[in-house]
């Protein structure tokens, strides 16, 4: 069965600083990951997503993420944060060998608080 | 290109009353999936529809949730009888056909059971 942990309920950072937002996953064969923000009273954004290729994916907004096979990680980074980016983030992997398409397991979700 | 569309945004209900949410894909997505978001946890795959046949409903409660998707577009989700667990956002999400594209999520539906 495959799963997502995201260590951090919630991470701070000041404005302009560098963020990180841990996700470690658990498949049995080759992943998908993805990454998706949630702000308050609406659905689920897309950020970005690892297929294959690059270990250092380019998202949305400025975020990028950081695949790393041997650590089974798919961190969230982001260079110079901004207050806007404050919103609840989830991590979300899918099995790239199952036989049920599209279907993802979510981690529970870090909330992301950016202080002026 | 429109969106998810899900209504309505909120329902309230008392327990053992019936509820209904709807969806309505992005147009030509084949894939549809409901979920269930409890607070403070990530969403819960609930049933997933390629075109108009079930793909996944293994974490389904299939003795009071059901869900269709007639003719592989709008779908609906129904609880019957609420039950106060339920009380969670409901996202309904659509994706092309192949397995490494991302879901486009709708705003999701707000079911509090009293």
């Known amino acids: 069965a495959q799963s997502v942990a995201q260590p951090e309920d919630q991470v701070n950072v000041a404005e302009g600083n560098p963020l990180t937002v841990k996700c470690t996953y658990s498949?049995?064969?080759?992943?998908?990951l993805f990454w998706y923000v949630q702000y308050p009273n609406r659905g689920l954004q897309f950020l970005l997503k690892?297929?294959?290729?690059?270990?250092l994916v380019k998202g949305s907004y400025g975020f990028e993420a950081e695949f790393n096979k041997s650590q089974t990680s798919f961190h969230l980074k982001k260079p110079s944060a901004l207050v806007s980016d404050s919103a609840l983030y989830f991590c979300a992997v899918r099995d790239h060998g199952g036989t049920s398409y599209g279907k993802l397991t979510f981690g529970q979700g870090t909330i992301l608080t950016v202080h002026p | 290109e429109a969106g998810v569309a899900q209504s309505p945004r909120y329902k309230i209900i008392e327990k053992r009353q019936s509820v209904a949410f709807w969806c309505n894909p992005i147009?030509?997505?084949?894939?549809l999936y409901w979920y269930q978001q409890i607070l403070g946890q990530g969403p819960k795959l609930l049933i997933q529809f390629q075109n108009n046949g079930v793909v996944d409903d293994s974490q389904l409660p299939k003795d009071r949730f059901s869900a269709e998707r007639l003719k592989g577009v709008d779908s609906t989700l129904k609880i019957q009888p609420a039950k106060l667990e339920d009380s969670a956002v409901y996202l309904c999400?659509?994706?092309?056909?192949?397995?490494?594209?991302?879901?486009?999520f709708g705003p999701g539906t707000r079911l509090t059971v009293l």
């Open positions: 147009s030509g997505h084949a894939t």
């Open positions: 690892y297929i294959t290729g690059d270990n």
């Open positions: 999400a659509s994706s092309p056909l192949t397995a490494y594209n991302e879901q486009f």
């Open positions: 498949v049995s064969g080759n992943p998908y």
